[in-house]
């Protein structure tokens, strides 16, 4: 339920800073805001002005800090309430004593996200716009900051109004031939309502084929390195980083732990996972550093599998391969600046990349492999690259387009007209709960909880 009261939090990192910032949202908050702050001109808060002056305790008249506070008039703000935001020094405790003086002044805390989700109920975002803050701010690369950037401006709230328009059309059409029987219109159903219906489907189909790289994008992927002992693993994951950061000796079983990493790689985020060489040991520091290589292959998006191309394929990477089993993998061929002599086995069929950790060939084309594996060639640093990135998304688009096939299916049958909306209501529905106007509301506490105070 939506409770019209004013709330307040802190909207910066905790920690020191140059600046800190107090959030205020409600009927309250210039009362509030002009119960602490004295301004050093005589004209008062305006707004969408800042003001230059000084947070006092009300109270005793203690100064607090120096400040700049900027009142934002409703419904010209962020939660389309009335707004102020105080600017202070970004100590923990400067800040922490103002966030106290205005709670004392009639604002509660703030829920996570209660900003944000104030903005939703309020009309001036939909929930995939909103949803869509957190994922700017978690961001980890250009390409998903940009498909984040893309959701919170609406472009993908767009194509789905416009499967929703599509759908709309249709009902009203429908709804209008129950409504009066007399008028003996079945062929132009069949042409007209099919001819708004049929590009619904294909957006429809469109969203939920994008989602596997909207997700990648938003989530990241987890890449595993794995090979036998003294193949250039290490030396793999400090080239993709660019840095030094696993230790690369000429002793086989060097790397004993897991060496985990993010790197941008074209534009994706992906999680990095050095693993021990694996091989047949008496070493039990070893063999548990084995042990845990073969756990991680399973839960890895892909498996980069390393293999020295300059000797044969042995019993230990055939052991490797088994391990891998039905897992999407890449063969990286290493050492390609000597004599290549690997002969791989018919089984081993995944796409082979040759390279040298030693001197950088073929690197390039690994780090695209790589991509096109999640990304299957599509560019991801488009300006308008726009795809559903959420799993909530995609399941309720999935319900819209198997009512909106099923509405086709019963059309075409001749069904009576009086059962035709049930499908196109549902398939609304479903649309409704992407952009939030048919959400559950403890859907909507789910999501907005996940958020942080402040946001």
């Known amino acids: 339920m939506y409770v019209r009261d004013t709330i307040a939090a802190i909207s910066t990192a905790v920690g020191e800073g140059g600046i800190g910032i107090v959030r205020i949202s409600g009927p309250a908050s210039l009362p509030i805001a002009s119960s602490i702050f004295r301004a050093k001109s005589n004209g008062g808060l305006k707004s969408h002005r800042f003001s230059y002056g000084e947070v006092v305790n009300p109270g005793n008249g203690d100064l607090i800090d120096e400040a700049m506070v ?6 010209n703000s962020y939660t389309r309430e009335d707004v102020v935001e105080i600017q202070c020094h970004g100590g923990t ?6 966030l106290s003086l205005v709670l004392s002044e009639g604002a509660r805390l703030a829920e996570p996200g209660e900003f944000t989700k104030r903005a939703f109920l309020n009309g001036r975002i939909d929930l995939v716009q909103a949803e869509a803050v957190m994922d700017v701010i978690s961001s980890r690369t250009d390409a998903s900051l940009a498909l984040a950037q893309h959701q919170r401006e609406g472009l ?10 599509g759908i709309v059309y249709a009902l009203a059409y429908v709804e209008a031939l129950i409504d009066f029987p007399e008028d003996d219109v079945d062929v132009a159903v069949e042409t007209d309502v099919l001819g708004k219906v049929a590009p619904a489907l294909a957006e429809l189909d469109a969203l939920i084929e994008g989602f596997d790289e909207g997700r990648v994008l938003r989530d990241g992927v987890s ?21 030094k950061r696993a230790i690369v000796t000429s002793v ?14 074209n534009g994706l985020p992906v999680k990095l996972l050095d693993t021990a060489g694996i091989r047949e040991s008496e070493d039990q520091v070893e063999q548990e550093g084995v042990r845990l290589s073969l756990d991680r292959i399973p839960k890895a998006d892909l498996v980069l599998f390393v293999v020295d191309g300059a000797s044969e394929f042995g019993q230990d990477d055939a052991a490797i ?38 001197t950088g060939d073929g690197v390039p084309e690994l780090r695209d492999a790589i991509t096109n594996a999640f990304m299957h060639g599509h560019a991801i640093d488009g300006r308008e690259f726009v795809a559903v990135s959420k799993a909530r998304h995609r399941d309720a688009l999935l319900k819209a387009r198997t009512s909106l096939q099923s509405f086709v299916t019963n059309l075409e ?22 952009t939030g106007e048919t959400t559950a509301d403890d859907v909507l506490d789910r999501i907005f909880s996940s958020f942080c105070i402040g946001k």
């Open 70 to 75: 900027v009142y934002m008039k409703g419904p």
């Open 93 to 98: 405790l400067v800040v922490s004593r103002i």
């Open 156 to 165: 993908l709230s767009r194509r789905i109004t416009t499967v929703k328009e």
């Open 223 to 243: 890449v595993v390195i794995a090979g036998k002992p003294n193949v250039g693993k290490s030396s793999l994951l400090n080239t993709l980083l660019k840095e």
């Open 252 to 265: 086989p079983g060097t790397t004993r732990d897991l060496i985990e990493e993010v790197v941008n790689i």
């Open 321 to 358: 391969l088994q391990a891998i089993g039905d897992k999407s993998y890449l063969v990286v061929r290493n050492k390609a600046d000597l004599q290549i002599n690997a002969v791989l086995p018919a089984e081993c069929t995944g796409p082979v990349v040759a390279i040298s950790t030693l």
């Open 413 to 434: 049958a001749g069904v009576n007209l009086e059962l035709l909306p049930v499908d196109l209501r549902d398939a609304l529905d479903a649309v409704g709960e992407v």
